[in-house]
């Protein structure tokens, strides 16, 4: 199929609109611009960097957006290669200091804008992001007077950077006076630098203390690898909280599983922290049906629920699909079978393990990690004592996150509704953020399954 071998290269053009969206211009001419494409199989990209530092500033910046871009191996693994340029007779490339840009005065300072397309309207709920879009729409009604700052945390691909638009787009439709700025932590950190440079950083201090309402900010985990800048933008959130305006922060990790001060994690810990997990099945199924009617794409459930079925961790991967999808069906004018869609996707998609997990499985390790008395027969229970119900908690939280399944059915084959195993799957997420034995173990019991 010849289209697909444009397709990875088209992903990662798709990468750089993505990337260019989020950084400054400087920043993107001095890291991305020189990386060029060498070879783009329909399972394999070969990139070309001029030196070992541009391929360390992708790769721990932008590693696992840039998957989630690319093409899936059989393996699951998007195969990425990377061959250092050997500079011919050339001066070498002076990479490791970016050029700074000289900033006029007047230039204001790096903002995102809004994707249209991000609003709450479009925004698929379902059980495993209720939460988190209630909090959102919270935050969006009562800005500054209610949870401040909002912290939405969750893996790529999950809509985080769609809820942050979409309190975005929700304040300024109500109050046009309101000045939302959104940013990525990249670009303010780059704006920083520059503010350093040409000794405007009072200007900067004061544009963000007197002249933004909202402030809405992307990706904090950026600031990890810059802990420099740590503490500006910690003061900053804290005037902005002294004057009840609101802060929004966006991050692939919970405060406390970031690598920041204290005193940072803390601030960011001060309101309320919610996680976006990954939509369960039948939400999937609901994505696909609404972004194919938005291509005007005409999608049998039966369709959808295969796509569902296989692609399963990242709301972007879904989205990919579809485009391909649609695009290959206008080529050919083709109506979309399931036998279509395994040709079309075949490298997308995720092969489900072949064997499949069950929840005997997975009560059984359950048991054995957490040394619970009476085994799974107990697990199988109604006992509420703590050292049985939350073990229990742990099994329905991993049999709704490794069993591609219905609420319904896993709820079924514990012998409970679907609302416990929502329940079970809240609770646990609570309380592995600040328990790390919990956390420990679960990542045991899960070794233990697949071992
Ligand atoms: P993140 O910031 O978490 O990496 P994004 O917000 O960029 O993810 O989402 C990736 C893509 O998936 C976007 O196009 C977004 O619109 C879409 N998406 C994610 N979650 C949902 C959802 N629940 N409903 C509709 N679209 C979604
Ligand atoms: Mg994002």
Redesign the pocket.
Known sequence: MVMLVSDTHEAWLQFLE?VKERCSAAAFRNWLSPISITEATESEITLEVPNIFVKEYLISNYKN?LC?FLPLTHEGEPALNFIIATPVNKAPVPVAAPVVEKAPQEKRFYEVSL?Q??RFE?????PN?QFV?SAAVGVATRPGQSYNPLFIH????????????SIGHYIHDKNKKMRVHCITTEAFVNDLVESLKNKSIDRMKRFYRSEVDVLLV??IQFLQNRLNFEEELCNLFEALRNQNKQVVI?S?KPPSQLKLSERMIARMEWGLVAH?GI?ELE?RV??IQ??AQQKGLEISNQVAFFIAEHIYN???Q??GAINRLSAHCRLLELDITEDLVKKTLREMLQHAPTEKISVEQILKSVATIFQVKGGVRALKGNERKKEIALPRQVAMYLANKLINESLQMLGASFGKTHSTIIHACRNIEKKSVDDEMLRRQISMVERDIYA
């Open positions: 993505y957006e989630s994707n397309n991000y479009t925004f698929i709920e379902g992001n879009k969750g893996g790529v691909g999950l809509g985080k950077t769609h809820l942050l638009h992307d990706d966006t692939d976006v939509p939400t609901a994505i609404h972004k990242n709301v972007r879904l989205e």
